[in-house]
């Protein structure tokens, strides 16, 4: 008889319920499993609904969300095995500051759950202060997506960057370091996939309006990727999704030096850090003058893609911990 998996998120089209549930139902299906998707978020009645569907639930993961205590009360009691998953440092606030709120249930949820499973080794270090039942679970993609091939346009030096509006803030940060460099590279270009739009008076960029079906040929048709970020106690809980994105497709990546993407970018192989803001102007003139080398760069991030962080790689670890006797 298949084991029934419940995945309870805040939204069905959030990245973490994309990336960390829904793209590995067809596996879960394939390997005996029945996985399930709600969204609690929206008042009393999908409160309800999630307290009943966790009843015929074997487990039960929550998908970075943490909860008043009374609600994850009546679901640590209704749970036959209760998962915590999160990709995010969800016990600070978004700037990095100390959030007591945000700490309090984090401390609640991690402790008096079976399972943690931690998007990076800074989260999972942070959960075993709490249980000891901590394993890192990266953030994967299904890398057969981002296998295109695709015409580039060779007039322009394109640099790319995927986002949203919460992320806005990185890359408004070092456009003007972007700004110095077209001043030495006229044909630079800079595409922004998001869902927002930026302009600039200096450099000529590109806004494109993101969506699923597109996003990774957009990727494709670009040169180089972007992924800047600060470092502070809520990025260093960053999974490292665009520079994963770009790796795959087959781009190599400038990053910031920052959280995981400083461990998944290999400095002067798959690509370049950028220690400073300072930097990123130097970097893109540096990395358009080695143009002979971006494909290899390109293939040799692949290639760490695909062997660290595929779905089939990551879903067998899940897999592994879930199957196991209690």
């Known amino acids: 008889m298949s084991k029934k998996i419940l995945f309870i998120s805040k939204g069905q089209y959030t990245s973490s319920t994309r990336y960390r549930a829904m793209q590995y139902f067809p596996s879960f299906i394939d390997n005996g499993w029945q996985p399930t998707h709600i969204t609690i978020s929206g008042g009393a009645i999908p409160v309800l609904k999630t307290f009943i569907a966790a009843i015929n639930a074997d487990v039960i993961v929550l998908l970075r969300k943490t909860f008043p205590f009374p609600i994850f009360w009546i679901l640590r009691q209704l749970s036959k095995k209760l998962i915590f998953d999160f990709d995010d440092a969800i016990f600070v606030n978004t700037n990095g500051s100390h959030s007591k709120t945000r700490m309090n249930r984090f401390k609640t949820t991690v402790a008096s759950c079976d399972y943690i499973f931690a998007g990076n080794q800074y989260l999972a270090d942070e959960a075993k202060k709490y249980n000891s039942a901590v394993a890192v679970i990266p953030t994967s993609l299904e890398i057969s997506k981002y296998d295109l091939s695709c015409q580039k346009d060779d007039a322009i030096f394109e640099l790319v960057w995927i986002g949203s509006t919460s992320t806005k803030k990185y ?72 520079v994963l994105q770009y790796m795959a497709t087959g781009l190599p990546v400038i990053s910031s030096a920052a959280g995981v993407n400083a461990y998944v970018v290999e400095n002067g192989v798959s690509g370049y850090l950028a220690y400073d803001n300072s930097e990123w102007c130097e970097l893109v003139i540096q990395i358009n003058k080695e143009k002979s080398i971006l494909k290899q760069m390109g293939i040799l991030g692949k290639e760490r893609a695909y062997k660290e962080f595929s779905i089939n790689v990551v879903f067998q670890k899940m897999l592994k911990i879930l199957t196991q006797k209690d």
């Open 171 to 242: 890359i408004t940060e070092i456009i003007p370091a972007l700004e110095k460099a077209a001043q030495t590279i006229p044909n630079l270009q800079l595409k922004i996939i998001a869902d927002f739009e930026l302009a600039s008076p200096i450099l000529n960029i590109k806004n494109v309006a993101w969506t699923e079906h597109d996003e990774a040929i957009e990727l494709c048709k670009a040169d180089v990727g972007l992924a800047p970020m600060p470092e502070n106690n809520w990025t260093k809980g960053k999974c490292a999704l665009k």
